[in-house]
């Protein structure tokens, strides 16, 4: 059975670092691209970053480019975002995702404040 279980949210300050992780179980996680998305309150989902299943390829939304970096360990089954120079439109539930044989898997999602 698949699990994603997202760690590392919490409050911040404006232009402080936070880094997610997000434990995987249940696949064979060095196959699958992993990806981040975050939804902020009265918005639409969006897709933050993508990691290809060997780490080699990434890609990110512009609002974070050059901001966050997304890696993995895939000897942990362990997916992270480093988020810095966090800004307070960044405040979101960030969670985990993974697309597997046409289903889609979600962890449950971590909260990002980004507030003085």
């Known amino acids: 059975q698949v699990q994603l279980v997202e760690s590392g949210g919490g409050l911040v300050q404006p232009g402080g670092s936070l880094r997610l992780s997000c434990a995987a179980s249940g696949f064979t996680f060095s196959v699958d691209a992993m990806n981040w998305y975050r939804q902020a309150p009265g918005k639409e989902r969006e897709l933050v970053a993508i990691i290809s299943g060997d780490g080699a390829g990434t890609n990110y939304a512009d609002s974070v480019k050059g901001r966050f970096t997304i890696s993995r360990d895939n000897a942990k089954n362990t997916v992270y975002l480093q988020m810095n120079s966090l800004h307070p439109e960044d405040t979101a539930v960030y969670s985990c995702?993974?697309?597997?044989?046409?289903?889609?898997?979600w962890g449950p999602g971590t909260l990002v404040t980004v507030s003085s």
């Open positions: 995702h993974t697309r597997r044989r046409g289903m889609d898997y």
